[in-house]
């Protein structure tokens, strides 16, 4: 299976709000293994979006098994149509994007959070997520939104507590 | 044939347009700007920025000469063997204070180094009062060996006043 290609910035379709799934069909389950396939072949990406390689949906994998620390972790997910409904404490880490080559710099992101989506399936699904996990929905789920962590960087030299 | 990276190192008192008239001379004959680092140090200005496309060392010198000297600014500029698209990664923040006293930085930074730490990016400064200044140093590298040589290296500081605080970074990148 060959990697779908990934938009770099400044391509316009980064900065676009994506439109809710509504078919959850085996199209649907083809294109999330098709999207994880190459998450794999990215250099140590923890995390991918839908609109990363042009489909402008609301799904997103968030895989913070793969953090090379072990960190607190759901497992590898497939989150479709996820919202944020809950978020508390702050902290600064470093983020880096497939979409933003040799780029990395300091986003302020909730400590914890709690989220809902839907499973490939489209049944409910909640979840719970601190630190590193956290950090990966939130910047998944930003491209979602056609925001890009470059939108939230602060000073290099920001510390309020780093991960 | 591309020309090669040139540092251009400027300092001097800080005062507002320093860095907008050097640009609008460099951006004028067509150059190129890289990398950039500006920071104030002891209230003074000091900028480091890598160009090239402007000329040899004595070629800048000589287009800045005029914007040097009406901000009174020292001026020094190097051919370098520079490259974009280099940037690496820190994997270790070690964050160090204490009251300020002579050899802080030599003593840490020789612990670091000892412990397989490479030094990717180093900010000190020394707040508290003219009598009571406290040194505060924040240092951001790669841990060739993992982080515990560098716990097990930097504790020994402890039963000397310093306070150092050793955590791991990790890149998130999705």
Redesign the interface.
């Known amino acids: 299976m060959e990697p779908l290609p990934i938009l770099t910035y400044p391509d316009e379709r980064l900065k676009t709000v994506c439109e809710p799934v509504e078919q959850f069909d085996p199209e649907l389950r083809e294109f999330a293994e098709h999207l994880q396939h190459t998450a794999d072949l990215g250099p140590s990406a923890v995390g991918i979006a839908a609109p990363q390689v042009g489909r402008m949906q609301r799904l997103c994998l968030v895989d913070a098994t793969r953090a090379k620390r072990p960190v607190d972790n759901n497992g590898p997910l497939v989150l479709v149509n996820p919202a944020i409904t809950n978020w508390k404490g702050f902290a600064v880490g470093r983020e880096g994007c497939l979409s933003i080559p040799d780029y990395t710099g300091k986003v302020i992101r909730a400590e914890t959070i709690e989220l809902t989506a839907q499973d490939i399936e489209g049944r409910t699904v909640t979840f719970k997520m601190k630190g590193f996990e956290a950090r990966i929905a939130q910047h998944e789920i930003d491209h979602l939104d056609g925001i890009l962590f470059l939108d939230r960087l602060v000073s290099r030299h920001a510390d309020l507590r780093e991960r | 044939m591309t020309q090669p990276w040139l540092l251009l190192t400027l300092v001097g008192a800080d005062r507002p347009g320093i860095v907008a008239h050097v640009t609008r001379v460099l951006f004028g004959v067509g150059a190129e700007l890289g990398e950039t680092a500006m920071m104030r140090l002891g209230n003074q200005f000091a900028i480091m920025m890598m160009v090239r496309g402007a000329g040899n060392p004595e070629e800048v010198a000589g287009l800045l000469e005029s914007t040097r000297a009406d901000f009174g600014l020292k001026l020094h500029v190097d051919e370098i063997d520079a490259a974009l ?1 280099q ?1 690496r ?3 270790v ?1 070690v ?1 160090v204070h204490s009251a300020d006293r002579s050899g802080i930085v030599s003593e840490v930074t020789a612990a670091l180094l000892e412990a397989g730490m490479n030094i990717l990016d180093l ?1 000190s400064d020394v707040g508290g009062s003219s009598d009571k200044p406290i040194y505060i140093m ?1 240092i951001d590298g790669e841990s060739s060996q993992g982080i515990e040589p560098i716990e097990q290296c930097v504790a020994r500081f402890a039963d000397q006043g310093l306070t150092v605080r050793v ?8």
């Not at chain 2, 955590?167 to 999705?174: A, H, I, K, N, S």
């Open positions: 698209h940037h990664e820190p994997d923040s964050i900010r924040q955590t791991p970074l990790e890149t998130m990148r999705g």
